[in-house]
Structure formats: structure tokens, C-alpha cells
């Protein structure tokens, strides 16, 4: 059977771009950057300024408006506003903060620089986006995404995804109302009409289908998917045809799904099939830029670069110490929000389609995120570093008295009168303290993680907030009486992680002056030699131990009586 020229030169390009953007992103990887950059990198490779090896753009184009639909899909899967809710004011307060501010300053720098009033708008709101997918890959790699800063980092980023939501309303209304046709009020109306007809039938899905048919289809996992991705492609085809847009009929097609109890199993199904598709997009938008306009683009991009970097950290920080939190809690949180979004070129992206704003605008934002993206991978993987270095300068930043964070951890607790401290409260943290207070032990328990410093007071014991990388707060416990310091915290590291636990909580009670005995855990037994040459006194194996217990067990129950 003969093969069509035209399908045999698409599947050839799209077989091409695959392998570059795999070689690409590989070099990008071993230079610890997001994939995003990568694959505008070889958009640009492949455009008609470089190789020219783009050549099935409507072909492209397609797949980048499903990555969309499919992106904003998974955004409304997980779309919580009551996580906003029990975060407490810090999320609101922190979120609406930073994009009021960065939406205000960067229109008013895009003005200065000369930019018309429409595009200076587009071009601030654009700079209000930061990227969820890196910040949450680079808190989970560094193991922080259960840490105070992190969980604020992610409630202030539900409130920006809630913005974004809003802005692609107001844009579909605007781009609706501006038809050239005599009736375009009528069509307004229409849509109106349309929408609120979708999300009453979105909300009758909610309350008397997604669950009893979810469970049905959740027996076949494969089957879920199918169902995920089909219900998301036809609320937005839906969307599209009601005029509102498919962005917006597949954000309500993740809304739908976001209070089933499969949300989770749905959302990390499909992570790869956005990834992949993300592709597409990133690629499309590298070959549409024209590097020969992007020299003049140059000096506003490194004005509104820095202004990202310096800016938005900078008033996350300020509005976290008016509230009451430590200048390290709101610096860790402020780093997240130094770059700007997948969303941010997306939202350009719209604007173009709607006549608002030039390819030489979308130019700009692209150089910007290139910037901005790759710059805060280094600041948020080095935070504790540069915290140390610009600490210092930040205490304007902080109250005399930082009662936000004793409020957020259910209150300080006595740190007199323990007779062992525990870093690090999960299950092996936690049996530890459980067997030490059964034998009559008062043990104070430290972690950064709300959620198991209330766990550890359930079962009846004290607790603090506190960071074992952190050398201030070690200096501030009062450790005359503690027999010994114990460290449950997993000494394990994701390739973006440059803090160690361990050696940062010797070092900590060495410039403490503690005399008294270290235990630190470990589930390498190579790095047994060299903590204890750093000043351990005893090193746990919990895998090691457990495993000589068990074969103890095994042995002396299967041996032969005879």
C-alpha cells in the first residue's frame, strides 16, 4: 500500500523534533534545567531563522492547542480553592499581593520603556504568571514541598491559577465583543448564555455523576484515562463552539473531575501525555519567533527580567514579615514566585489571536521567561545559600516578634526540661519518640512540616517548629539538659537538593556549643564513615537494622527443633 508523501514528510518532522527535543532537553538536564527552556530552544533550532526543518505548521499548530486543552485541563483537576481556605490569609494575602503589585509596576515599566498602553497590559499581567510545574519539581526534588514555605508557595499559586482563570474569561469576553459584526452584542450575550448553561451542566455532573460513574469506570485504569481525555477534548470542542474558547471548556472539564477521590490517580496518569504535548507547543512558539527582531527586544527583556527576579521575591518577602513570619520563611517563598509561567506565553498567545498585541510583544515575554525560568531554577536550588549570603540585609523584613509561625504550628512549645530532641517526624521519627517517652523520657520533636508537628502533639508529646538546616534556629535551643540530638530526617537527595540535613545539624550544634550526644540516621551504609568522622556519635541504620531483626526472627523461627 503506497504512503502518502505529505504523511510520510509529517511523521518524519514530528519523528525529528522528537529526537531533538530529546537530545536538547538531555543537555539541558545535565545543566539543571526545566524542560520548558529546552523545548523552546529547539522550536528556535527547528524555525525558518535557523535549520527550517518546520514545515507541517498546521499539523504542529494543532497539537499545540490540545496540549493546552490537556494543561488546562489538569490545572482545574486540581484547582482547590479550599486549599486557599486553610492555608488562612498568608495564601490570599500573599497572592493577590504579588500579582496586584507585579500587574501595576510592570505596566508602568512597560510604559516607560515606550510600549502602547494595550501591550504594556498584556505584557504586565503576563509577568504576574509563575510556573507550578517547576516551583512544585523543584520543592519536591529538594524535599520542601511539605515545609511551611512550601506549603504557602502553593496556596499563593492557587490564587494566581484563579487569576489566570479570570484573565482568559475577560480576554474570550473581550475577543467575543470586539467581532466586527453587527450583532456582536448579541453574540456576547449568547456566550454568557452559553457558559452559564455549561457550568450548570458541569455542576449537575458534580453532585449526581463524577463519583458513581468514576467508580464504575475506575475499574479499568486505562479505561479512566480514556475517559479523562475524552471528557476534557469534548467540553472543549464544547467551549470552542459556544465562543468561549477550548482553554476554558477543558479548565471546566478538570473542575468537574477535582472532587472525585480520583482526581490524583487521573491527574498523575496523564502528566506524561501533557508532557508530551507540552512539547509541541513550546516548539511551535520557538519557530514562530524571528530572531532577527528578538536584538532589539534584548534591553526591555533584562529590565522586566530583573524586575521578575528582584521584584516579586521582594514583595512576597515584605508582606510575609508584615504578617508576622520569619524572614527565612518568606525569602524560601518569595524565590518560588522569580520567573514567569508556561501561562504567561500562553495568555500572549491569545492576545495575538485576538489582534491585541504583535509577535514582536510575544518576542519579549518569551525572552523574559527564557531569563527568568532558568535564572530561579538556580535561585530556588541554592535558597539556602543565598539566604545566607543576603540575610543580613533582610531585617527590615522581619517583626521583632514572629508570632505568624508560632500561630500556623499550633504555638511554641517549652524547649527546657527535654530529655532528648528529635529532628524529623515521620514514622521513624515518630516510633522513635513513641518507645523513648514509654520508658519515661520527656522528648521534644522538631520538623518544618505543620502537619506532622500536629501528628507528634496527638500522641501527647512537645513539639517546635524548626529547620535542621537552619543554624539559627538550632543556636536558639536550649540544649544544656539533652542527653542526646537524634536526626530521623532522610539524608537522601534529589539532584537538585544542595542542602544535607545531617552535616547541617552537626555543624548547627557544634556552633552551639553542644556537648552532649548525636545520633543521625542514614539508609546508605557509605555514608556511615563519613558522619561519623564529621562528629556523630552514633549512626542509625533503620533499613540495615531492620533487615538483621527480621533475619534474627526468620532464622529463629524456621530453625529445625532437632
Not at 20 to 47: N, T
Not at 217 to 237: K, N
Not at 445 to 466: E, H, K, Q, T
Request: glycine share 10%; hydrophobic share 50%.
Amino acid at each position: 500500500m503506497p504512503v502518502n508523501a505529505d504523511f510520510a514528510s509529517v511523521f518524519y518532522e514530528i519523528a525529528l523534533l522528537v529526537l531533538m527535543a530529546a537530545g536538547v532537553g538531555f543537555v539541558g538536564l545535565m545543566l539543571r534545567q526545566p524542560l520548558v527552556v529546552a523545548f523552546i530552544a529547539v522550536g528556535v533550532l527547528a524555525g525558518p531563522d535557523a535549520f527550517g526543518l518546520v514545515s507541517s505548521v498546521d499539523f504542529i499548530e494543532t497539537l499545540s492547542q490540545i496540549s493546552i486543552a490537556v494543561l488546562l485541563f489538569l490545572v482545574g483537576l486540581k484547582l482547590d480553592i479550599g486549599l486557599v481556605r486553610n492555608l488562612g490569609r498568608v495564601a490570599v494575602a500573599t497572592g493577590l499581593g504579588q500579582v496586584t503589585f507585579t500587574a501595576l509596576f510592570g505596566y508602568l515599566i512597560c510604559l516607560s520603556m515606550g510600549l502602547d498602553h494595550v501591550t504594556s497590559l498584556y505584557i504586565a499581567v503576563a509577568l504576574t504568571f509563575s510556573s507550578t510545574i517547576i516551583i512544585v519539581k523543584l520543592l519536591s526534588d529538594k524535599q520542601e514541598i511539605g515545609a511551611l514555605h512550601g506549603k504557602i508557595a502553593l496556596g499563593f499559586l492557587i490564587v494566581q491559577d484563579i487569576f489566570v482563570v479570570l484573565a482568559m474569561v475577560t480576554l474570550s469576553a473581550i475577543g467575543v465583543g470586539s467581532g466586527e459584526q453587527s450583532g456582536g452584542l448579541w453574540q456576547v450575550l449568547q456566550v454568557f448564555l452559553g457558559g452559564l448553561a455549561m457550568v450548570g451542566v458541569v455542576v449537575l455532573f458534580i453532585r449526581h455523576l463524577a463519583d458513581p460513574l468514576l467508580r464504575q469506570i475506575a475499574r479499568s485504569p486505562e479505561l479512566m484515562v480514556i475517559f479523562a481525555v475524552g471528557w476534557a477534548a469534548s467540553l472543549a470542542a464544547l467551549g470552542d463552539a459556544l465562543g468561549f474558547g477550548k482553554e476554558l471548556g477543558g479548565l471546566l472539564a478538570g473542575v468537574s473531575l477535582a472532587s472525585t477521590e480520583f482526581r490524583d490517580s487521573i491527574g498523575s496518569r496523564l502528566a506524561a501525555l501533557r508532557d508530551f504535548l507540552l512539547l509541541f507547543f513550546f516548539i511551535n512558539l520557538g519557530a514562530s519567533l524571528q530572531l532577527s527582531t528578538l536584538g532589539d527586544q534584548i534591553g526591555p527583556a533584562i529590565v522586566l527580567s530583573l524586575f521578575v527576579l528582584i521584584g516579586n521575591p521582594l514583595i512576597v518577602l515584605a508582606i510575609m514579615g508584615y504578617m508576622g513570619y520569619r524572614r527565612r520563611t518568606g525569602f524560601l517563598a518569595g524565590l518560588t514566585v522569580a520567573q514567569i509561567s508556561e501561562f504567561s506565553l500562553i495568555f500572549m498567545a491569545m492576545g495575538i489571536t485576538l489582534g491585541h498585541v504583535t509577535h514582536q510583544a510575544m518576542g519579549l515575554v518569551t525572552l523574559v521567561g527564557l531569563v527568568t525560568i532558568a535564572l530561579s531554577v538556580y535561585m530556588i536550588t541554592w535558597s539556602h545559600k543565598l539566604f545566607a549570603w543576603c540575610e543580613p540585609y533582610l531585617g527590615l523584613f522581619e517583626r521583632r516578634h514572629a508570632h505568624r509561625e508560632a500561630e500556623d504550628t499550633e504555638g511554641p512549645a517549652e524547649t527546657r526540661g527535654h530529655d532528648y530532641v528529635i529532628f524529623g517526624l515521620g514514622r521513624y521519627g515518630c516510633r522513635i519518640g513513641a518507645k523513648l517517652q514509654e520508658r519515661g523520657h520527656r522528648i521534644l520533636g522538631v520538623d518544618f512540616d505543620p502537619d506532622a508537628l500536629a501528628a507528634w502533639r496527638r500522641m501527647g508529646m512537645d513539639a517546635v517548629y524548626g529547620d535542621a538546616t537552619d543554624p539559627e534556629f538550632v543556636a536558639h535551643l536550649d540544649l544544656v539538659n539533652v542527653r542526646a540530638v537524634v536526626s530521623a530526617v532522610p539524608r537522601e537527595r534529589g539532584a537538585l537538593t544542595e542542602a544535607d540535613p545531617q552535616l547541617a545539624l552537626l555543624h548547627g550544634l557544634r556552633d552551639a556549643n553542644y556537648r552532649g550526644r548525636v545520633f543521625l540516621s542514614v539508609q546508605k551504609l557509605a555514608d556511615v564513615d563519613d558522619l561519623l568522622r564529621q562528629g556523630a556519635s552514633v549512626v542509625l541504620k533503620p533499613f540495615d537494622d531492620a533487615a538483621d531483626y527480621a533475619v534474627r526472627r526468620l532464622t529463629s523461627e524456621t530453625e529445625d527443633p532437632a
